[in-house]
């Protein structure tokens, strides 16, 4: 595996359990600068001062949130920043015009694939997520012309679609 995806990918497990001593071992503080710890790269380290949350920017020093916060809060931008370079890297962008336009990421490596799927996991959604004709609930397509969620939705449709057919054909037979 990419030795930077596979960095992104343990920093995304120990971050998920919120092991902080762990990510205390993985990830290193300069005066303004995180990174991991003995990658000292400029590609995955990024300045503390310049990157910015939703909320503020990232603090240079840890207070007044508790280290413990700020290791997790740090972790998780340099594992989006990380996720972003190697997306920006290994794939590209494209409009999707039919039904609507839609903007996709096209994978043009292996490692681009994996980048779109671990940031899928990251986001606690899939990127390619489509909604069931059936039920109205978010899910994902295996294969393109896939309309439903399950078997068992799809039956239920077309068993309502058969009936609704049946009525139609009662009340013209009726009249």
């Known amino acids: 595996m990419h030795s930077a995806l596979s960095s992104l990918n343990h920093l995304w497990q120990k971050l998920s359990e919120q092991d902080v001593r762990s990510l205390e071992k993985i990830i290193e503080f300069d005066t303004d600068r995180v990174f991991f710890r003995g990658e000292k790269q400029d590609d995955f380290s990024f300045a503390l001062g310049s990157v910015e949350f939703a909320e503020a920017p990232l603090p240079v020093s840890p207070a007044p949130e508790s280290e413990a916060e700020f290791t997790l809060r740090a972790s998780r931008e340099l594992l989006l920043f990380g996720l972003s370079h190697l997306l920006h890297?290994?794939?590209?962008?494209?409009?999707?015009?039919?039904?609507?336009?839609?903007?996709?990421?096209m994978p043009i490596t292996l490692i681009g694939s994996m980048c779109i799927m671990l940031s899928e996991q990251v986001l606690g959604k899939p990127?390619?997520?489509?909604?069931?004709?059936?039920?109205?609930?978010?899910?994902?397509?295996h294969h393109a012309r896939r309309k439903y969620c399950s078997d068992a939705c799809k039956a239920k449709v077309f068993r309502r679609n058969r009936i609704k057919s049946e009525e139609k054909l009662?009340?013209?037979?009726?009249?």
């Open 89 to 105: 890297e290994h794939c590209r962008p494209w409009l999707r015009i039919a039904k609507g336009p839609q903007l996709r990421l």
């Open 170 to 175: 009662d009340g013209k037979a009726t009249k």
């Open 127 to 141: 990127l390619g997520t489509h909604r069931c004709e059936g039920c109205g609930k978010q899910f994902t397509r």
